[in-house]
Structure formats: structure tokens, C-alpha cells
């Protein structure tokens, strides 16, 4: 995806490595209870392979990030708040670790679950 020439030799970071970094961004934020499969497609592939990267789509063009992230929020919660909340921490954990701008996070809220109440 994206290379970089430093004295010794390039660096490549793969799509991959940048959802897997948002995803478990995603998932460490306040409200969040999971990240949804973005089609159904995506979803019958879930049930068969565990993929660590489910709900996260990663663009790259020429310079800039684009992450696209479906979401699935706790009842009860402002879900605008929640989903500022992943916008904003997903764009610093890739920026912080990966050293690339990241010039969108759009947040998809696919749905609501209720937590148990006892």
C-alpha cells in the first residue's frame, strides 16, 4: 500500500495492518459493543473465517487514509457521541502508529444490542 525509502531499505504497510489498528481502536471505545459485517457477503464469510478486520474498510489514495467503520452501539448511549468518540480515536491511534494522515473516518452504526440488565 504504501512505501517508504529510508537509508537501509522500504517500509510497506499493508490494508490489513492499518483495520486491524482501527478495529481494536474501535472496539476499546466507550459504547461500542462490536463492529458489524459491512454487506452481507462480508457477513457469510464471517460465520465461516474469524477475521480480526470485520467492519473495517481501508482506502489509500496517493497520500491519505480513508476508514470506513461499521459499528455496533450500546442501547442507552448517545450514539453521535459514540460515534465522534471512534471517529476521533481511530484517526490518532493510525496516525500515531502507522505515521500516515488519515483524512476520513466515517462511522457506519449498524445497530444497537441491549446488554443484559439484571
Excluded at 495492518?17 to 458489524?36: D, N, P, W
Excluded at 490518532?92 to 457506519?108: A, D, I, R
Amino acid at each position: 500500500m504504501n512505501d517508504s525509502n529510508n537509508p537501509i531499505g522500504n517500509i510497506f504497510v499493508s490494508y490489513r495492518a492499518i483495520a486491524t489498528v482501527a478495529c481494536q481502536s474501535a472496539l476499546s471505545s466507550y459504547g461500542v459493543v462490536g463492529l458489524a459485517a459491512k454487506n452481507l457477503a462480508e457477513g457469510l464469510v464471517q460465520v465461516l473465517v474469524k477475521d480480526p478486520t470485520l467492519g473495517v474498510d481501508v482506502r489509500f489514495d496517493e497520500k491519505h487514509i480513508k476508514i470506513d467503520l461499521y459499528i455496533i452501539v450500546e442501547y442507552g448511549t448517545r450514539i453521535k457521541e459514540v460515534a465522534n468518540t471512534v471517529s476521533e480515536n481511530v484517526r490518532y491511534q493510525v496516525e500515531k502508529t502507522f505515521g500516515l494522515p488519515v483524512s476520513e473516518v466515517n462511522v457506519h452504526v449498524r445497530g444497537l444490542r441491549i446488554s443484559n440488565i439484571d
